[in-house]
């Protein structure tokens, strides 16, 4: 329900998927410390064990590789041996492979789209039947990325996952403006995690996961629609957006690294 005020994530039982690492874990820290009851999932059990353990009952891990169709049946009863109720959830679950040629490997997509852009509507799957049952007024929040406001070199598959999420959470936006249930996108810059880690290139306005989590979670409290951040980064981008035919013919071309062709004929 669009501008309904909630109570703002106190006492609430939040799901985070991608809670292992990076902006997931930091989000569960102040989650907790704001004190939810949270979900913890991902496929690294030792790490959300290790969660579990940190926070005492506050917590509670639950395995979960959104890429795996398979699993969902029993990721469910898991879920429903945990809550029988769901206030937020995050989905903050996510991977990033570069295309650094246009000799197309369709699995690298594949991979990506399973991850960034499936997993998070099997997240919703899953919660969908809990939030229904919140007292509340619930919220989904999906993680998505600045790299769907303009197309980024070596981003193809990344940002076009993000980019179909960012559609997909706009829909349902519209699709539930007449339900209890709000769904969020969150849009975050460059975070220092090991999503991050390998990237040879400059990040401009860098954040940490905690910085980057107080931002996700002040979002979630307004309920906004789409949380950007950080400003420096996100306005002048997304006033570019509105320029991407002139982007993509004159700014492109001088960040492409593909330069030259250098295949054999
Ligand atoms: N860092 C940035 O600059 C940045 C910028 C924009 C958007 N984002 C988005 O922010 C989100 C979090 O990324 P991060 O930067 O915090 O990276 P991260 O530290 O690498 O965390 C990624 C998380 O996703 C989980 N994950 C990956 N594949 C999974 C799968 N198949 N099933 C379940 N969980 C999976 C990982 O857990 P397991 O390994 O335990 O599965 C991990 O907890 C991602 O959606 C990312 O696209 C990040």
Not at 164 to 188: C, G, N
Request: with cysteine; hydrophobic share 45%.
């Amino acid at each position: 329900m669009a501008g309904h005020v909630q109570k703002s994530l106190q006492g609430a039982c939040v799901w985070v998927t991608g809670a292992s690492s990076g902006i997931g874990k930091a989000l569960v820290g102040q989650l907790v410390a704001a004190g939810n009851f949270v979900i913890v999932s991902g496929r690294n059990k030792d790490a959300l064990c290790k969660l579990a353990t940190q926070f005492g009952g506050k917590v509670k891990p639950l395995v979960f590789d959104v890429s795996c169709a398979d699993s969902m049946t029993s990721v469910a009863s898991q879920l429903a041996n945990i809550t029988d109720y769901l206030d937020c959830v995050i989905a903050c679950a996510g991977v990033c492979e570069y295309v650094d040629d246009l000799d197309f490997d369709s699995k690298l997509y594949e991979r990506v789209f399973e991850t960034n852009f499936l997993g998070v509507i099997r997240t919703l799957e899953l919660a969908k039947p809990l939030l229904d049952k919140s007292k509340t007024a619930p919220q989904f929040v999906a993680v998505g990325s600045l790299s769907s406001v303009l197309p980024f070199p070596r981003a193809q598959a990344y940002g076009a996952a993000k980019a179909a999420l960012e559609y997909f959470v706009k829909v349902a936006r519209i699709d539930l403006s007449h339900q209890r249930l709000d769904v969020s996108l969150v849009r975050p810059g460059f975070v220092a995690t090991a999503l991050t880690s390998n990237n040879d290139f400059s990040m401009p306005f860098l954040l940490t996961p905690d910085a980057a989590a107080k931002r996700i979670i002040d979002g979630v409290r307004k309920r906004k629609a789409i949380i950007d951040f950080p400003r420096r980064l996100s306005w002048p981008l997304r006033f570019l957006g509105l320029f991407d035919g002139l982007w993509v013919r004159f700014v492109g071309p001088h960040l492409t690294r593909m330069k030259t062709n250098t295949k054999s004929v």
